[in-house]
């Protein structure tokens, strides 16, 4: 286990004893750590001994083998992150550690920070190798990787030449040397006099080397001896050098984290581990700047990015908060008026007679169970009872086929099998790459929130599905060590939102598109964990719900528009976020429409958060729908339009009349649809 210095432990007891402050609770959650095997932090969230019984009881297959992958032995593969294509790509793909985008070469690695620009529909910010180094590796590996730092070792046939550390918000590129050997460079470095460094300067950025070895006559190679690093970096635009060389000098080994989450603040702390245990500078992203702990030092510069200025900070630990978002499972319909009441009862009804055949697939399976129990919640409140009875007896029995641990072996829909090669949980009928661990949350989602919501308050049916609804939060939020299931699957705490590919084979980085189903996913674990009395994982999931939440906002669907980054872009959302840039574009659908659907969708009880600013939510519907709503998800737009005002929200009922039933999804029903909107008149 790599060590924290006392100055990050005690920066972390303060930021969450401040948390606990605000919230009025006791701050929880525990800290992932990092060694040659990740070990997860030590918690209760599915231990192994919790854990190794439900796996052993699933069949196990193997749907899609991932690519090879540049993995040491006994680590777990690396899916949903925001290095996979540096594991799976063939060759390796570029990952962005924000500020660098990095890749590795044939003999080494090259980095830069990437130049933003922006265009009508896309702000870029690709791969830049800028500085480039030839370690003489013929192969090179993974060998750790934690919260948000990899380690990666060169080799030389059977020797270990060494090993460079790269970390999300650092703008340093470290490798420490395991035999004397010389780096060659691609561009020379010079003495900077009175720095203690070598500097070039390259389209007007000035990159750094800070080393204990001989660099030779002409800046084109440096000799490392056994145990001696080399630390390049990228200087800040109103950075120091000398702030720089003095970070230099203590190069980042690992990552930590600790989170709190209760009451009216969401808290994520960020260690970065050095060598001596020094301060390092770190990039604050602008949602995290945004709501920095008090006193923390960002006086080191900025530097571009796709998603705004990036701030430097001087810091042990990067602290942030984020207003708390409370889980919701139904819609809150005691203020409706009696005719109110009396037109969803007779839709119910209706909808539960149309409801069609159950899907074999997680996704569209997923989300018949949130449609049935979206209608059951509302059944229950306007009495119609005869509805819900028929709604429980369906979902109950779906959820029973779903949640049998042997199903697997006697069907092939409708059930779970453990991947041990991948090392998580795949549904029998894979859709949009589930089976190489695409979308795991988003699918899963609509499980944990049919499941949460139905079980309640019946703690009978919480225990007969618990042993397969948990295998599918395993899979997703595991944060103690195991061999079973990587930590965290799909949530990246430095950028504060998911990642949905599964291996990321794309020369932009990982990406994600629906970022109000990765939300919906949180919420619906939230809810799962109180169902089934899961504290632990319950605090687990308030914290990524926030967090999404906050991170969708700033970067999908809220971010400012007169920030120097959107000048030049023609629209109010970017609907697929990128490593390497930002889209307004979609994997399935060109239409304007699907560009705000897809991050406004399933519009989940919980989806107030994307209310606050009526003028932005005209302005994103003014860009995605302005010949009117009988388009592509339609009926979620015109559900988020009920989030503008009174006024709108009665348009928009007005509006679902002439709503043709193919524009309701199939994730929705004209109940949900017009009791959203009665309760946001």
């Not at 060598?275 to 945004?290: E, L, N, R, W």
């Not at 978002?325 to 009862?345: E, F, M, T, V």
């Not at 795991?440 to 929130?449: A, D, K, M, N, V």
């Not at 009922?653 to 043709?660: D, Q």
Request: hydrophobic residues 45%.
């Amino acid at each position: 286990m790599r060590a924290r210095g006392s100055a990050a432990v005690g920066f972390v007891a303060a930021l969450l004893a401040m948390a606990a402050l605000v919230s009025g609770c006791t701050p929880t959650g525990p800290s992932s750590t990092s060694s040659a095997v990740p070990t997860g932090p030590s918690s209760t969230v599915f231990p192994t001994s919790s854990i190794a019984p439900l796996v052993a009881a699933v069949p196990e297959r193997t749907m899609k083998a991932l690519p090879h992958a540049r993995l040491d032995a006994g680590l777990l593969p690396p899916t949903n992150r925001w290095f996979s294509g540096l594991v799976f790509g063939t060759p390796s793909m570029p990952v962005f550690p924000l500020p660098l985008g990095f890749q590795l070469s044939a003999g080494g690695f090259a980095f830069g920070v990437p130049t933003v620009s922006t265009q009508p529909a896309v702000i870029t910010g690709g791969f830049a190798p800028i500085i480039s180094a030839d370690l003489g590796a013929d192969s090179q590996v993974v060998t750790a990787y934690d919260t948000a730092s990899v380690t990666i070792e060169q080799r030389d046939g059977s020797t270990r030449l060494g090993h460079t550390v790269i970390a999300e918000g650092s703008p340093f590129v470290s490798f420490t040397a395991e035999k004397t050997m010389s780096v060659t460079f691609g561009q020379p470095f010079t003495k900077a006099a009175g720095t203690g460094a070598w500097t070039t300067e390259i389209g007007g950025v000035t990159y750094g080397l800070v080393s204990a070895g001989a660099l030779a006559e002409g800046g084109g190679s440096l000799r490392l001896s056994h145990g001696q690093s080399a630390t390049w970096f990228v200087l800040s635009t109103g950075g120091s050098v000398a702030d720089f060389v003095t970070a230099a000098r203590h190069p980042v080994t690992g990552t930590t984290l600790t989170w709190a989450s209760g009451g009216s603040k969401a808290t994520t702390a960020l260690s970065y581990a050095t060598v001596g245990d020094a301060p390092t500078i770190v990039a604050a992203m602008p949602h995290q700047a945004a709501a920095l702990a008090p006193g923390t030092s960002c006086a080191a510069g900025t530097y571009p990015s796709i998603y705004g200025t990036l701030s430097a900070c001087t810091v042990t630990t990067l602290g942030w908060m984020t207003p708390a978002i409370a889980p919701r499972g139904s819609l809150d319909l005691s203020k409706l008026s009696a005719s109110q009441k009396a037109r969803l009862a007779a839709q119910v009804t209706a909808d539960v007679v149309s409801t069609r055949d159950e899907p074999a697939d997680t996704y569209y399976g997923g989300k018949w169970l949130y449609r049935l129990v979206n209608l059951l919640e509302i059944a229950k409140q306007v009495g119609a009872d005869d509805a819900a009875a028929a709604i429980t007896t369906k979902l109950v029995a779906a959820i029973d086929d779903w949640t049998d641990p042997k199903g697997c072996s006697t069907r092939d829909s409708h059930c779970f099998v453990y991947d041990a090669s991948a090392k998580g949980i795949v549904g029998l009928q894979p859709s949009f790459g589930s089976d190489e661990f695409n979308d795991h949350h988003f699918h899963y989602g609509y499980f944990f929130y049919a499941a949460g919501v139905l079980a309640a308050d019946n703690p009978e049916l919480a225990a007969r599905w618990a042993p397969v609804i948990n295998l599918l939060a395993a899979d997703l939020a595991t944060t103690a060590k195991s061999s079973y299931f990587p930590v965290q699957r799909v949530f990246d705490a430095y950028a504060g939102h998911s990642w949905a590919s599964g291996t990321s084979i794309f020369g932009d980085g990982n990406n994600q598109e629906s970022s109000s189903e990765a939300v919906s996913a949180w919420n619906g674990l939230a809810l799962w964990a109180a169902a089934s009395s899961q504290s632990a994982l319950e605090t687990e999931a308030r914290w990524m719900l926030s967090a999404e939440v906050a991170s969708s906002k700033a970067y999908w669907t809220d971010f400012p528009l007169d920030a120097s980054v959107y000048r030049g872009f023609d629209h109010t959302v970017t609907s697929l976020v990128w490593g390497g840039k930002r889209d307004y574009a979609t994997f399935f659908s060109a239409d304007p429409s699907t560009k705000l659907g897809i991050v406004v969708l399933p519009m989940s009880p919980v989806a107030d958060y994307l209310g606050g600013d009526p003028g932005r939510i005209a302005a994103n519907l003014a860009d995605s729908v302005p010949n009117g709503y009988d388009v592509v998800f339609g009926d979620f737009l015109l559900m988020y339009r009920a989030l503008e005002g009174p006024d709108a929200a009665a348009s928009a009922l007005e509006a679902t009349s002439v709503l043709n039933e193919d524009r309701i999804d199939d994730g929705n029903s004209r109940s949900y649809l017009l009791a959203w909107i009665m309760v946001h008149l």
